[in-house]
C-alpha cells in the first residue's frame, strides 16, 4: 500500500476531515443557521422599541428592552380567547386524527377483510389532494349544515387525512407478528391487542403523528380564515391578522413579532416535549412496505 493510500485510509487525516466538514457539519450548521436566525431576530425584535424597529442600521439587541410589546398585544387583540379556541381546535382535532389512524391502521394491518388493498390506495389518495382544491367544496358543505363560527365547524374537514393512518401502517407492518399471534391463541381479541400491544409498541409512532397533527391545527390559517368571520370564534393564526391591520404602522413592528411569538410558544413547547420520538417514530416504518 502506498504512502498516499495509507494516509487517506487514516480517520483523523487531511482529507478525512475536510470532506467531513464540507459533506456533514457545514451543511448541517447553514441549515440551524436558516432556522434559527429568522427565529432568534422575531424573539429579539418583540422586545425592541420602535426606534430600534425602523431604523436602518442593524440592532441585534434591544437597548433597552420593551416587554411593554407583549401588554400591547394583548391588549389590542383578545388572546386569551383566541388561545381558547386554538387550544379546543388543536385537542379535539389533533385527538380524532390520532384515533381515526390508529383504528385505520390496525385494520389495514391487522384484519382480514375484501378489498384492503383498495382501501389502503385510497387512504394515499388524500394526501395527493392539495388541501387549498378542497376549499370551496368544503365550505358549501359545512355552510349548509350550519358549521359556520363554530368549532365542529373547524375541525371536521381536516379530518380526513391520511397522513397518520399511513405512518402508523408502516410502523404496524414492523411489530412482531409472533407476540400478537400468540395473544390471540390465548383469546385476546382486536380490542385488547390494540390498547395493550399495538398501542405501547408503536408509542414513538404514535407521538409522531401526534407531533405533527398537534402543529397543523395550530398553525392552520386558510379554513379557519374561511370559515369563522365572528372574532370571538377566530383562532391565534387568524387572530394576528387582526393585530397586523389594527397595528399596521412601521412603528408597530414590535407588537406584531410579540405576538407572534405567543402564537409560536406553545408549539416550540409540545415540539420540545415530544422531540425524541421524532426520528424514531419516523424511521420505524421504513424497512417494509
Given at each position: 500500500m502506498s504512502a498516499v493510500s495509507t494516509a487517506e485510509a487514516r480517520p483523523l487525516s487531511r482529507r478525512n476531515l475536510v470532506a467531513t466538514l464540507v459533506t456533514g457539519y457545514v451543511p448541517?450548521?447553514?441549515?440551524?443557521?436558516?432556522?434559527?436566525?429568522?427565529?432568534?431576530?422575531?424573539i429579539l425584535s418583540s422586545f425592541k422599541t420602535p426606534s430600534d424597529v425602523i431604523t436602518q442600521k442593524l440592532v441585534v439587541l434591544p437597548d433597552p428592552w420593551h416587554p411593554q410589546n407583549y401588554r400591547d398585544a394583548a391588549q389590542v387583540v383578545p388572546f386569551a380567547r383566541l388561545f381558547?379556541?386554538?387550544?379546543?381546535?388543536?385537542?379535539?382535532?389533533?385527538?380524532?386524527?390520532?384515533?381515526?389512524?390508529?383504528?385505520?391502521?390496525?385494520?389495514?394491518?391487522?384484519?382480514?377483510f375484501p378489498g384492503k388493498r383498495y382501501v389502503f390506495w385510497a387512504v394515499l389518495?388524500?394526501?395527493?389532494?392539495?388541501?387549498?382544491?378542497?376549499?370551496?367544496?368544503?365550505?358549501?358543505?359545512?355552510?349548509?349544515?350550519?358549521?359556520?363560527?363554530?368549532?365542529?365547524?373547524i375541525i371536521l374537514?381536516?379530518?380526513?387525512?391520511?397522513?397518520?393512518?399511513?405512518?402508523?401502517?408502516?410502523?404496524f407492518l414492523q411489530l412482531p407478528a409472533d407476540v400478537l399471534e400468540a395473544a390471540e391463541t390465548d383469546g385476546a381479541g382486536h380490542w385488547r391487542r390494540l390498547w395493550r400491544m399495538v398501542v405501547p409498541m408503536a408509542a414513538p409512532s404514535i407521538a409522531t403523528v401526534a407531533l405533527v397533527n398537534i402543529v397543523f391545527e395550530w398553525n392552520d390559517y386558510l379554513w379557519p380564515l374561511v370559515i369563522v368571520s365572528n372574532p370571538s370564534m377566530m383562532t391565534l393564526p387568524v387572530g394576528l391578522?387582526?393585530?397586523q391591520?389594527?397595528?399596521?404602522?412601521?412603528?408597530?413592528?414590535?407588537?406584531?413579532?410579540?405576538?407572534?411569538?405567543?402564537?409560536?410558544l406553545p408549539v416550540l413547547?409540545?415540539?420540545?416535549?415530544?422531540?425524541?420520538?421524532?426520528?424514531?417514530?419516523?424511521t420505524q416504518g421504513a424497512v417494509k412496505g
Open positions: 448541517i450548521v447553514l441549515a440551524i443557521l436558516v432556522v434559527i436566525l429568522p427565529l432568534g431576530y422575531m381558547l379556541n386554538s387550544a379546543i381546535v388543536t385537542v379535539v382535532g389533533a385527538g380524532i386524527k390520532v384515533l381515526l389512524a390508529i383504528l385505520t391502521a390496525y385494520a389495514l394491518v391487522f384484519v382480514r389518495a388524500t394526501l395527493m389532494v392539495p388541501p387549498q382544491v378542497s376549499v370551496v367544496p368544503n365550505f358549501t358543505f359545512i355552510s349548509g349544515l350550519g358549521g359556520q363560527d363554530t368549532y365542529w365547524g374537514p381536516g379530518l380526513g387525512s391520511g397522513f397518520g393512518t399511513f405512518l402508523l401502517r408502516q410502523s391578522t387582526l393585530l391591520n389594527s397595528e399596521s404602522s412601521a412603528a408597530s413592528y414590535g407588537i406584531v413579532m410579540a405576538g407572534t411569538v405567543m402564537v409560536l413547547l409540545v415540539f420540545a416535549a415530544l422531540q425524541r420520538y421524532i426520528v424514531t417514530g419516523l
